[in-house]
């Protein structure tokens, strides 16, 4: 089947090509664009699925950076239409293209599969619930689980027809969109102007847009992201670049005025240490951190001298609670996350089976109105399962069951990358994608009670990486046997001997 649709693909493709840009002059002079523009995407879509085949997921790491989402009257988040996109080629690929698959290929670990398996019979439950109350309303709670089941839709089918060879591509794609959010968040911080976080037309939003607050994500991948370029790409320019988008990575999560945000740029600088044996630098970090907790808390001044967002993000490290909410103005974000996590062991607590089971997630027209605003969202976040922190958003929605499953395969994660790093550190970006799989995952367990959503992106990062690590593993050790193998052929002196 792929010879005989190699032959064809030419001609075929020759024909739409002459057939486009003949139709496109006349829709052009006759002023049709929003037809051009239809048409044109059309095009786009069936030349992606008819080459793509090899490139299906990458478009998971680009939308994945970038982040946001389209609205047309409701939200459509680019990580969704990541997932659809990739589908298409898939789909073509599994139709048309015979998949040999005779390499061996890292087999989904049976956790994998359970945890997948959970959810999906979980979000069948909720359906068939609702089914059965007579209630409408499921676009919330289908995207909700999609928060939880989008890395399982590309990890899957990437066993199978995914191609790790592509896998720097894939860490470049995600770098290179972490650097567009982040310049784009950069330029709103310094000049409030919507133009940069807003494109009309389109109607596409940067997120946490009209806030500073993406800095904090942006900001600290950027920093960590350029830190394994910095590694792996050695002549002095490269290092010189990497080495700026390092601090301005650093420089703009404290813009963002993120406390937790910076906690992860420290435990960072601490992991990127540990990975590499630098034992002297932890102690000259901490010895630095005490001098730097020391000053900041005997001289306010130099916290009042900063921005604000900066300020805020330092506050951490105020010992005195009262004081640290004092200068950073953070009275009412602390009651609002104390509130948080009242309702999140409530709504986990409430009876046996929501413990073990967990209570899923229920429609926004299920929230209470309350006149006090706070009131008002904190019953919404009840009800729609979102406590700004993955422990509770864990617990909540899926039960105790659901957070031992995440925490085995998060494990499993650790316990397959981590000796990988340790043994070679960062040398390739299939290393710096597993640097990134393990640290995400370490920092997830350690403060999912304080911060975050579901797991999602730790396992994608880690999990991809356990393929392509086990499949670049199971080449070399081929190569190495069959170089053993030459060099253990007998020699025939005899032959040698008449030749000579």
């Known amino acids: 089947m792929d010879s005989i649709l190699q032959k064809l693909l030419i001609p075929i493709v020759f024909f739409i090509s002459i057939t486009f840009a003949l139709?496109?002059?006349v829709l052009i002079s006759e002023e049709k664009y929003v037809e051009l523009l239809l048409i044109s995407s059309c095009i786009i879509v069936f030349l992606w699925m008819v080459f793509g085949y090899e490139y299906w997921w990458l478009p998971m790491f680009f939308f994945l950076g970038l982040g946001g989402f389209f609205y047309f009257g409701f939200k459509v988040y680019l990580h969704e239409i990541a997932v659809l996109i990739s589908v298409l080629p898939l789909?073509?690929?599994?139709?048309?293209?015979?998949?040999?698959?005779?390499?061996?290929?890292?087999?989904?670990?049976?956790?994998?599969?359970?945890?997948?398996?959970?959810?999906?019979?979980h979000l069948i439950g909720m359906f068939i619930y609702y089914k059965l109350e007579g209630l409408t309303g499921w676009g919330n709670i289908m995207r909700r689980y999609m928060d939880a089941l989008w890395p399982f839709l590309i990890l899957v089918p990437f066993i199978y027809y995914g191609k790790t060879k592509y896998i720097s591509w894939a860490l470049h794609l995600f770098f290179l969109a972490i650097i567009i959010r982040f310049f784009l968040g950069f330029a709103f911080y310094l000049t409030e102007r919507e133009e940069f976080v807003y494109v009309p037309g389109i109607n596409y939003v940067l997120p946490d847009a009209g806030m500073f607050t993406d800095l904090r994500f942006s900001g600290?991948?950027?920093a960590i992201l350029s830190f394994c370029y910095f590694i792996i790409y050695k002549s002095i320019m490269s290092r010189i670049l990497f080495f700026i988008l390092i601090l301005?990575?650093?420089?703009?999560?404290?813009?963002?005025?993120?406390?937790?945000?910076?906690?992860?740029?420290t435990g960072f600088f601490l992991f990127a240490c540990f990975v590499y044996r630098k034992y002297w630098l932890l102690g000259?970090?901490?010895?630095?951190?005490?001098?730097?907790?020391?000053?900041?808390?005997?001289?306010?001044?130099?916290?009042?001298?900063?921005?604000?967002q900066a300020r805020r993000a330092l506050t951490g490290l105020l010992l005195n609670r009262e004081l640290a909410q004092e200068v950073g103005q953070t009275y009412a974000s602390d009651e609002w996350h104390a509130a948080l996590q009242k309702a999140g062991f409530e709504a986990w607590t409430q009876d046996f089976f929501t413990f073990v089971f967990g209570r899923g997630t229920r429609r926004f027209e299920e929230a209470a109105r309350y006149e006090d605003p706070m009131l008002g969202l904190l019953d919404m976040a009840i009800v729609t399962s979102r406590f700004e922190k993955g422990l509770w958003n864990v617990l909540v929605t899926f039960g105790l069951v659901g957070l031992v499953f995440y925490s085995l395969v998060l494990l499993q994660v650790i316990k397959y990358c981590l000796p990988i790093l340790l043994r070679d550190r960062i040398q390739t970006p299939l290393h710096a994608m597993m640097f990134l799989g393990v640290y995400l995952t370490i920092f997830w367990f350690l403060l999912c009670w304080i911060s975050g959503d579901f797991p999602s992106l730790p396992i994608f990062f880690g999990v991809i990486s356990m393929i392509a690590a086990n499949e670049y593993n199971?080449?070399?050790?081929?190569?190495?046997?069959?170089?053993?193998?030459?060099?253990?052929?007998?020699?025939?002196?005899e032959s040698n001997a008449e030749v000579n």
């Not at 073509?92 to 698959?101: D, L, Q, Y």
């Not at 070399?476 to 002196?493: H, T």
């Open 23 to 25: 139709y496109s002059g």
């Open 91 to 121: 789909v073509f690929v599994i139709v048309f293209h015979e998949i040999k698959n005779k390499r061996e290929r890292y087999k989904i670990p049976f956790l994998l599969w359970l945890l997948f398996g959970y959810l999906t019979v």
């Open 220 to 222: 600290s991948m950027l």
């Open 248 to 265: 301005l990575g650093i420089v703009g999560t404290m813009f963002g005025g993120g406390r937790i945000a910076f906690v992860t740029l």
């Open 284 to 308: 000259v970090w901490f010895a630095a951190m005490i001098l730097f907790v020391i000053l900041i808390n005997s001289n306010l001044e130099l916290l009042y001298s900063l921005k604000p």
């Open 474 to 493: 199971l080449i070399k050790e081929k190569q190495d046997k069959k170089r053993f193998q030459f060099l253990e052929r007998p020699i025939n002196l």
